[in-house]
């Protein structure tokens, strides 16, 4: 690796640390060593431990219709920016601005107040959208898009339909799926 290489690959490992990305993430992402990474992530959080260990699989943090809506938001965004492709590969770019649309989405229906999906929940979505883990699906209902995983624990039908008949998280299901029809 080339020492420009090198300088290229620890901006853009400082630049996803400082947007709130795990260290396994940045480690994959930029090709540098863990060593390097979890040096570099201690040093941008005022010498806090990075954390480390495995990525947590969907099916662990999809474990209700309400949070299944949220994966199913993310998703929807996702693929609203970055098309297709996004079943193939992981753009972080793309994914970092799907997150950001997925966090306005959540800030003006402030209505649900269960916990967000942060970036690294983002990420393992698409990693395991791209490895065939994770599906997007279209209702045959309202032809929105949602999200199924791998040994999901939660119902695979639509969370937006849930929500429509269960009336809970009614104001942002409407105002994500409306656009679909």
């Given at each position: ?21 795990r ?5 994959i ?7 390097t ?10 010498g806090?431990r ?9 099916n ?21 920016i ?5 079943l ?8 970092t601005k799907?997150h950001?649309m997925?966090?306005?989405v959540?800030m ?21 959208l ?10 045959d ?6 999200l199924l995983?791998?040994g999901?624990?939660?119902?695979s ?14 104001g942002?299901?409407?105002a ?6």
């Amino acid at each position: 690796m080339s020492n420009l290489d090198r300088h290229f690959r620890s901006q853009r490992a400082i630049e996803l640390l400082s947007k709130g990305f795990r260290s396994p993430i940045v480690v994959i992402e930029t090709n540098l060593s863990s060593s390097t990474v979890r040096e570099m992530a201690k040093e941008i959080s005022g010498g806090k431990r990075a954390s480390s260990g495995p990525l947590p699989s969907p099916n662990y943090f999809i474990s209700s219709i309400a949070a299944l809506t949220e994966a199913s938001i993310f998703v929807t965004c996702y693929r609203a920016i970055g098309g297709k492709d996004v079943l193939e590969t992981i753009d972080v770019d793309v994914l970092t601005k799907a997150h950001e649309m997925y966090m306005e989405v959540r800030m003006q229906h402030p209505d649900h107040a269960k916990e967000h999906l942060d970036i690294n929940k983002c990420w393992v979505i698409a990693r395991d959208l791209r490895s065939n883990m994770a599906w997007l699906r279209k209702c045959d209902e309202d032809a929105c898009y949602y999200l199924l995983v791998e040994g999901q624990r939660v119902a695979s039908t639509c969370p937006w339909c849930i929500a429509r008949r269960t009336n809970k998280i009614a104001g942002r299901a409407r105002a994500v799926a409306q656009p679909c029809h």
